[in-house]
């Protein structure tokens, strides 16, 4: 079942938009443009003190009313504001700078003080608006009390978000500045000019040249985008508050906090970190909730191509389920939601498979909770690789075994869903190439076609297997270069079927991680040639049951393209490459390197 209050709940008075373009001051003398929304009845504000939902954004807080109109209709104060630098607020926008974190002290302090307001203030949003959210926390403004942080609050974005285990985010931060660059567009001719260009038509992994791409534009733009992809070791730099939540817990507010993540989303390893880095420093309530949704899909019961049926999808931000959240923590009700596990999640894949109304495969599932996270009963299995693409809970007796395979950067294996963003098609899908994902090509075949995908899978399961908690893959590998990327996909493949003829492989959770980061981020550390290394690669954390009859699989590689950049193999800086080379690599999978995957097994309910 869902959990409680996932409809809407009654209006209690009329909303106003009381004040528009207020100009709330900062410290260094910038203003931050406020709309102020206040419970009315007549269409007059409702006199009395009322506690303040806060939400900054980017993204023109004009586009987030009908949230406030909601809440305030609810009882709350409700501030709408504009990122520095962005739409009507003053001072220059950056996509990462500390003033960020700060504005949003001094913001929620100046709400505080108003006439209107009885000096408690909450936030809430999602994605840039929860990293927002974080960055103010961690200076501890004494009016903050509560944080509802949906899909957001970077955890540390050089392990995910922007690098990636020192790889880099390649298409998302792409198609996000391009898609900033389109909104920031103040005529008709210049939005014509760059609607002209299409990101996805510079998925080129050596076209890349500062001052020679679309970006090019807008040096600001350029220059951060170029700047993260060439900034490899993890430095002072990549501590700032608004990148790095992890390094400043000791320091961030010890209030409540609800953690809202997707199966799917790109911040997921963030929401589930920042769950168990601040419950074990807070006294405050911690709660984390997640859903089988991708960035920002909340309202949806589906991920890409997959539907998990209606209990799936809640409205964003619009339901009982928030307001009763807020109203404990804010207004001090006792509505049961101090009663509330610390632990909600949803659990993938009950459904029988079949093809919904909307072509989609039905995968079902359901709501389950907990007291902590992992799940206190779950325990490890070791499913170990073997000769021929077994994978088995038994280990590898042969001397000496390996599968070698040949990544040719210039051919990389093409994104088809997981974890991304929305503009690269997040979610999941049948794992195989397809016009939407480019630079996919025809004839269309799936990824495990590719001579570059290694595969491992059990035999049909005899009983159904539910997996749930953080997934783990441990390779013995050795390349032929100094550096190359290693990927691994965790894979529920069903067999075929009548909607289904070719069967269906999709794509729970999958990760990269860039050789000569291995051992650490802040040094790179070359391989050497022909040397059996062993590395870790760790996938977002998922939770899914696989039926009886499917197979368990993972997919080695050493490319996600365009999600992440291509490893040119050469060793060379972290950049655009000049030069790119093969790279053969063997996964070792015998006695004395035993290649496994490692998954949290948890009873299944009977």
């Not at 779950?378 to 280990?395: D, E, I, M, N, Q």
């Amino acid at each position: 079942m869902p959990p409680p209050g996932w409809k809407h709940s009654p209006a209690r008075y009329e909303a106003l938009l009381w004040q528009r373009d207020v100009m709330v001051p900062t410290r260094d003398g910038a203003r931050m443009a406020t709309d102020v929304w206040r419970p009315a009845r007549g269409g007059v504000p409702v006199e009395g003190r009322f506690p303040v939902l806060l939400n900054r954004t980017p993204y023109n807080k004009g586009s987030l009313a009908d949230q406030a109109r909601f809440y305030a209709e609810r009882g709350y104060a409700v501030a709408l504001q504009d990122a520095r630098g962005r739409y009507k607020s003053e001072g220059e926008f950056s996509k990462v700078q500390p003033k960020d974190a700060t504005d949003g002290y001094d913001t929620v302090e100046w709400l505080a003080r108003q006439p209107w307001a009885d000096g408690r203030v909450g936030m809430w949003g999602t994605s840039f608006s929860a990293h927002m959210q974080a960055g103010a926390a961690q200076f501890n403004p004494p009016s903050l009390k509560a944080l509802l942080l949906n899909m957001g609050g970077l955890k540390n974005g050089w392990d995910h978000g922007v690098r990636y285990r020192g790889t880099y985010e390649f298409g998302r931060q792409l198609t996000w500045a391009w898609s900033q660059l389109l909104a920031d567009a103040r005529t008709d001719d210049v939005k014509a000019l760059l609607t002209r260009e299409k990101a996805e038509q510079w998925y080129d992994v050596t076209a890349w040249r500062r001052g020679v791409n679309p970006l090019a534009v807008s040096p600001q733009y350029e220059g951060w985008f170029f700047d993260f992809w060439q900034r490899a070791d993890y430095d002072a730099s990549w501590k700032d508050p608004m990148l790095a939540w992890d390094e400043h817990y000791p320091a961030t507010a010890d209030i409540p906090m609800l953690h809202v993540g997707g199966w799917y989303d790109i911040f997921l390893a963030g929401t589930v970190g920042n769950f168990q880095g601040l419950r074990a420093l807070k006294r405050a309530p911690q709660q984390l909730l997640i859903g089988p949704w991708t960035h920002g899909g909340n309202n949806r019961p589906y991920a890409g191509d997959v539907s998990f049926g209606d209990s799936a999808a809640i409205p964003d931000f619009l339901t009982d389920f928030h307001v009763r959240w807020f109203d404990h923590h804010l207004k001090g009700e006792a509505n049961g939601a101090e009663r509330d596990p610390a632990v909600r999640l949803f659990i993938m894949g009950t459904g029988d498979g079949h093809k919904d109304a909307d072509g989609r495969l039905f995968h079902g599932g359901y709501w389950t909770t907990a007291d902590r996270w992992p799940l206190p009963d779950a325990r490890t299995v070791s499913y170990y690789f073997h000769a021929g693409g077994g994978l088995r809970p038994v280990k590898p007796a042969a001397a000496a075994s390996g599968t070698t395979y040949t990544f040719d950067p210039y051919h990389p294996v093409p994104t088809v869903g997981g974890g991304s963003s929305a503009r690269l098609k997040d979610g999941a899908y049948d794992q195989r190439e397809d016009p939407r994902f480019p630079p996919s090509a025809a004839p269309w075949r799936p990824l495990r076609a590719r001579p570059d995908v290694v595969v491992f899978q059990t035999e049909p399961l005899a009983e159904d297997v539910l997996v749930a908690g953080p997934i783990t893959v441990e390779l013995w590998a050795s390349a032929s270069t100094v550096d190359t990327d290693l990927t691994a996909k965790l894979v529920d493949v069903y067999p075929s079927s009548t909607d289904w003829p070719g069967g269906f492989d999709l794509n729970l959770t999958d990760a990269i991680v860039r050789a000569r980061y291995r051992a650490s981020r802040t040094k790179a550390q070359p391989l050497v040639p022909g040397r059996v290394t062993r590395f870790t690669i760790e996938p977002f954390p998922t939770a899914n049951v696989f039926k009886k009859g499917h197979r368990i699989r993972v997919d080695i590689s050493s490319s996600n393209f365009p999600r992440f950049d291509v490893n040119p193999n050469t060793g060379a800086p972290s950049g655009p490459p000049r030069e790119m080379v093969p790279a053969r690599i063997t996964i070792r999978h015998d006695a004395a390197h035993p290649s496994r995957l490692l998954l949290p097994i948890v009873p299944l309910r009977r």
